[in-house]
């Protein structure tokens, strides 16, 4: 009978430590970052896929080996690839009948053009007093260096309302105190835009790049707005789709 009775315990207590163990590795299975990467991935648009031209990820680790070959188009004498066109015209057509008339400063650059516009920032820098180190550091920090600037795409641009460019003819982010500029940011994705360089210190991390509230990037308006939504920069979102695509 006590032979028996250690039998029993024992075996209780084999089934009890293999009952813990597949407890434990489920529990193992499901790590809160898991569930909420799978319920992302289950939701991601059907444009949100590695080979959407409109998804190309352009920045410093990224930066384009030649020029992209696209139609291109001159909206108010600014050359913009023609896929953004419509839209465009669309977006400043509503900012102003909003009542916020914005200007297009900037759309399409090739490299070269890029290179200018970086070594004159540059050039600035250094003769405001910067060392060459800092004035590259600041350079950096607000110009992509040439091969890794968006605007390379033509699916680039930088918008600003008339409010804060008509007086300053400036890029500054703090345009972005203008109801104007507000308005832009706002329903950039309703046109498939996005504000591609945020104010978070995690959105600032993944791109690189200081906080533009003037340049906007068309990804189309599901990805604009599931971005948006999601507070994803576009390496976050380039990211995602390339996970989804392991699973
Ligand atoms: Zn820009």
Redesign the pocket.
């Known amino acids: 009978m006590k032979n028996k009775g250690l039998l029993a315990m024992g075996i209780a207590l084999i089934v009890l430590f293999i009952g813990g163990c597949i407890a434990a590795y489920s529990l193992g299975q499901t790590k809160p970052q898991d569930q909420v990467k799978t319920k992302h991935a289950a939701q991601l648009p059907k444009s949100a896929t590695s080979n959407n031209p409109n998804l190309i990820l352009v920045n410093k680790k990224h930066p384009l080996k030649q020029e992209l070959g696209f139609k291109k188009v001159e909206m108010n004498g600014i050359p913009v690839s023609q896929t953004i066109q419509e839209p465009l015209e669309r977006f400043m057509h509503d900012a102003q009948s909003a009542g916020y008339p914005a200007t297009l400063v ?1 759309g399409y650059r090739s490299k070269a053009y890029q290179e200018q516009v970086f070594n004159q920032n540059y050039e600035q820098n250094v003769s405001q007093g910067m060392s060459h180190d800092q004035a590259l550091k600041a350079t950096k920090g607000v110009i992509q260096t040439p091969g890794s ?3 390379e795409t033509g699916l ?3 918008v600003m309302t008339n409010q804060y460019w008509d007086k300053y003819h400036n ?1 500054e982010a703090k345009s972005d105190q203008m109801a104007g500029q507000k308005w832009l940011i706002k329903h950039a994705p309703d046109y498939g835009f996005v504000l ?1 360089y945020v104010k978070s210190p995690e959105g600032r991390k993944s791109t690189g790049i200081d906080y ?1 509230s ?2 906007f990037r068309y990804v189309g308006v599901e990805n604009a707005k599931y971005m948006t939504k999601h507070r994803l920069t576009l390496e976050q979102y380039d990211q995602m789709i390339k996970d989804q695509h392991q699973n």
């Open positions: 900037s600037s968006e605007h680039a641009v930088d890029l591609r533009e003037w340049h």
